[in-house]
């Protein structure tokens, strides 16, 4: 068979910054599924055909790749020169940046599905729950720690000088580079899902339950959380003074580092949902110069920047009650639900500013990723919820750039049944009629 096939499944594509253009666009024969590391003008990636690409930053032109056994599904680092991958196959290779010659390769126990991560020593995270030290210029082992009962190691620690901090089911481990790992504090309240990241004080950790936390890096106490809608999948990332993370349900927001204060909050929805109902999972943020970029699970980025233009409010819709009259007032019932949902395309519905009142009365709101914001009116069917007449919902919003919109509906509560057709209804009896 001729090397390379001529089947086109996945494509790179290299865009400009600031205008989101395309530059160049490489085609790949198989699934690439793991993030690209870029060094020295080097782009580096693997495939599921087991191939590992090494492109040109600048022009996306091939310069060399190499050609595995197994499927290549290990994010690869670049450090001085040398580039370190793992495969489906249980190796560890380590090639020559500049012309792709293999240096060594390690014959692990399983298959390394997790990034690479190097300091002192190559940190290889198995599926078998095995955390191998190799030596970065030799590829020998140093040693291996099997953790038993992880469930399979499927990320990359995060390292700091001779110390990692290593994720295995609910549990965070601290791992000196001379092989001596201890658990750090108590375990979570769910599985790890997203690679851990270590700040300058705290270590950033997000869980199956869409739990960060930020954990003491020292004794591994929670100092604060943050709940997101649905699972963490994407490393935390954290610029300046903040800590950016999303959950499973579009969402993404800046916390303050060192408190968990929310700064911002940005809702990715579906642009094809007439509803705008579906929701996607950041997969990855990156920051640089100045500006966010965010990756989601349906293939969207985008990039959120401080000067952007933004000067639309966000719209209402979906008012709950709707907007009613004499011929379809609301039955009370157990329970009424009173709200409204919210979007903005621009820099995102600000939920701190978003305040709803029922007949003059703040309520206090639940909001869900979807964009919805309500309050259920507890109640039953010999004590409603509302009394029979006219009532007053005021919504008040603005998005994180301070552009307003504000809405106010009547509805009408009527405890007996609608009045049939053709029958005489005395205005006064059901209400009163107001006009728009």
């Avoid at 599926?127 to 992880?150: C, H, K, M, Q, S």
């Avoid at 699970?297 to 985008?302: E, K, S």
Wanted: aromatic residues 10%; negative net charge.
């Amino acid at each position: 068979m001729l090397w390379p096939p001529t089947q086109i499944v996945s494509t790179v594509v290299a865009i400009r910054a600031d205008t989101s253009l395309p530059v160049w666009r490489f085609e790949a024969t198989d699934r690439i599924r793991c993030s690209p590391a870029y060094a020295g003008g080097l782009l580096c990636f693997g495939a599921d055909n087991g191939v590992f690409y090494a492109l040109d930053g600048e022009s996306g032109e091939l310069k060399w790749f190499l050609k595995t056994a197994r499927a290549v599904r290990s994010a690869p680092a670049i450090v001085n020169g040398v580039i370190y991958f793992g495969t489906n196959d249980s190796k560890v290779y380590a090639l020559d940046a500049a012309a792709g010659k293999q240096k060594w390769v390690f014959d692990a126990d399983d298959d390394v599905y997790a990034a690479i991560a190097v300091s002192d020593v190559v940190w290889v995270a198995c599926t078998n729950g095995t955390l191998y030290g190799l030596d970065p210029n030799r590829g020998t082992e140093r040693w291996r720690i099997p953790f038993v009962g992880a469930g399979g190691l499927y990320s990359a620690p995060a390292v700091e000088g001779r110390y990692a901090y290593l994720a295995a089911k609910d549990r965070i481990y601290k791992v000196a580079a001379s092989g001596v790992a201890n658990p750090l504090g108590d375990a979570l309240s769910a599985r790890i899902t997203a690679p851990p990241a270590l700040g300058r004080r705290y270590l950033y950790v997000g869980c199956e339950n869409g739990t960060l936390y930020a954990l003491d890096a020292a004794r591994g106490q929670p100092v604060w959380t943050h709940k997101f809608h649905g699972a963490i999948a994407a490393q935390p990332l954290i610029t300046g003074n903040l800590v950016v993370a999303g959950g499973s349900q579009g969402e993404v927001v800046a916390l303050d580092a060192l408190t968990g204060a929310v700064r911002w909050y940005y809702q990715e929805l579906a642009p094809w949902a007439p509803e705008r109902d579906a929701l996607y999972a950041l997969m990855a943020a990156a920051a640089s110069g100045g500006n966010l970029y965010l990756s989601w699970d349906d293939g969207n980025l985008a990039c959120l920047s401080p000067d952007a233009l933004d000067t639309s409010p966000p719209e209402i819709s979906r008012r709950t009650p709707e907007p009613g009259s004499p011929g379809g007032a609301v039955a009370p019932t157990s329970e009424m639900v009173i709200g409204a949902n919210l979007y903005d395309e621009g820099s995102g519905v600000n939920p701190a500013d978003v305040h709803i009142t029922l007949d003059g009365k703040p309520l206090e709101l639940t909001h869900r990723p979807s964009g919805d914001y309500y309050y259920a009116l507890p109640g039953s069917k010999s004590a409603p919820s509302l009394e029979d007449g006219w009532h007053t919902v005021a919504i008040t919003a603005q998005d994180q750039r301070g552009n307003k919109a504000s809405d106010t509906w009547t509805f009408l509560v009527h405890g007996e049944a609608a009045p049939e057709e053709g029958k005489t209804v005395t205005p006064g009896s059901v209400g009163r009629t107001e006009r728009y």
